[in-house]
């Protein structure tokens, strides 16, 4: 079973802060995907990466894909109490499913 | 137009009642998904259909049955529901290769009492 860590699981920050979290893997993934869930919704793709070292913004929010196609990294600058959810990495490796992290619980406080 | 829905949203049931959750797609994708989402927010995939076939079967209690009338439908019924059975279970689409993006549905919170 490929596995990602996401870190950290749970970050509370003021608004207009800036954070980033992380996925982590020691496999290899042909491409990587995050999503936010809001409570009591469903989870929402938000962007996905494919070439190792892809930088891909959506507003406020930076992912980056690592060389190695075996992490990522999601950077948000200036948050806004909108950004609060779970954001959830998920890895492809070609056998008609995801690998889902854990995913990291983002507070941010207005 | 609502791209992946489940009914119902909510349901709370009794311990070893039946019951069925339905999931419909309308965004024309092959292959339907069911996940189940614990207290702790991991999301775990169930059971994969690719054009009404099943294509996964993770390791899941025999009480769960999958069901795919057509590609744009996938409905699963739990038999003798138990305490552990309770979480939310999400319906999932996608258009498969090469990256498998999920489309999910708004989820159902079971509840068994």
């Not at chain 1, 406020?60 to 950077?75: E, N, P």
């Not at chain 2, 209690?61 to 739990?78: C, E, Q, V, Y």
Request: charged share 20%; proline share 5%; glycine share 8%.
């Amino acid at each position: 079973t490929q596995l990602l860590e996401q870190s950290p699981q749970f970050l509370s920050i003021q608004e207009g802060e800036n954070l980033t979290v992380y996925c982590n893997s020691s496999s290899v993934f042909s491409s990587l995907q995050w999503y936010r869930q809001e409570p009591g919704e469903g989870p929402v793709l938000l962007v996905t990466v494919v070439t190792g070292g892809e930088v891909k913004k959506l507003k406020r929010l930076t992912f980056q894909f690592g060389d190695a196609r075996k992490d990522s990294s999601l950077h948000i600058t200036a948050a806004q109490p909108g950004d609060t959810g779970l954001y959830l990495c998920a890895g492809a490796h070609g056998n008609n499913r995801l690998a889902f992290g854990k995913g990291n619980q983002v507070v941010v406080i207005p | 137009d609502t791209a992946v829905s489940q009914t119902p949203k909510y349901l709370v049931t009794q311990m070893g009642n039946d019951k069925s959750i339905k999931c419909e797609q309308n965004l024309g994708h092959d292959t339907m998904y069911w996940y189940k989402q614990d207290s702790k927010k991991f999301l775990k995939i169930m059971f994969s259909y690719n054009n009404k076939e099943l294509i996964i079967n993770e390791t899941v209690p025999n009480r769960f049955s999958p069901k795919s009338p057509d590609k744009a439908h996938l409905n699963l019924h739990i038999n003798s529901l138990e305490l552990g059975d309770s979480a939310v279970y999400f319906c999932a689409s996608s258009q498969g290769p090469p990256f498998y993006e999920q489309y999910f549905g708004p989820g159902t919170r079971l509840t068994v009492t």
